[in-house]
């Protein structure tokens, strides 16, 4: 089973939607094989990598509420990710551009380890609070992952991948993706935002059983 899923690092409807889907799995089968695929987007391709801006601060500007609104929409994310496992610290995130994060998981991809890539970067962003975009950070994950160092800092420097990742920024356009994350199970089925588990159960369970019709 094929899934493509745009989604952005610094998303948290991305990391728990990641984790929605993985609940989903599990309880549709103990044995679900998914080929996850993961395309690149950016909320803010414009985004400085480094700023002395809290992302309440960033949020409240952005839509043009006060940071009082920024905080309870935090507040409400974490309780989101606390119901899945997942442990968002609000207060230590680095807002950051995204884009070498991004020229990495394409590196990655090529190593089967583009999922294992992607949880070390969420947990990263979102957990330990880590400028997501510093080489020295970016390389520690490659290694982690098994990407050689010479190869980790030639990927973030933009010299590979700068290609692949606008390609996968293209696609979206042309599927009219303005959001993410975005889905889409063996090219056909396509599910927009963190949906719930048991939308992810239904989805999943239809491409199985026409998997399974197809093979008899």
Not at 209 to 215: F, L, N
């Amino acid at each position: 089973m094929n899934i493509k899923i745009w989604s952005d690092i610094a998303c948290p409807f991305c990391y728990i939607g990641k984790k929605h889907l993985e609940i989903a799995a599990e309880k549709v089968s103990k044995d679900l094989q998914m080929d996850v695929e993961w395309m690149s987007f950016q909320l803010d391709p414009n985004a400085a990598e480094s700023t002395d801006k809290s992302i309440y601060e960033l949020l409240a500007q952005k839509y043009g509420h006060d940071l009082e609104w920024a905080h309870n929409m935090n507040d409400n994310m974490v309780q989101m990710g606390e119901k899945v496992g997942l442990e968002f610290d609000m207060d230590a995130l680095q807002p950051t551009n995204t884009l070498k994060a991004h020229l990495l998981l394409h590196e990655a991809k090529g190593l089967g380890k583009q999922t294992e890539l992607k949880d070390l970067l969420f947990e990263a962003y979102f957990v330990k609070g880590q400028n997501i975009s510093e080489e020295a950070i970016l390389i520690s994950l490659a290694e982690e992952v098994g990407i050689d160092t010479d190869r980790a800092k030639e990927v973030v420097e933009g010299k590979v991948h700068a290609q692949e990742v606008q390609d996968d920024i293209l696609l979206a356009q042309r599927y009219g993706i303005q959001g993410v994350p975005f889905f889409i199970i063996n090219d056909k089925y396509a599910l927009s935002g963190a949906q719930p588990v048991e939308a992810f159960e239904q989805a999943l369970t239809k491409v199985l059983e026409e998997q399974q019709e197809a093979s008899v």
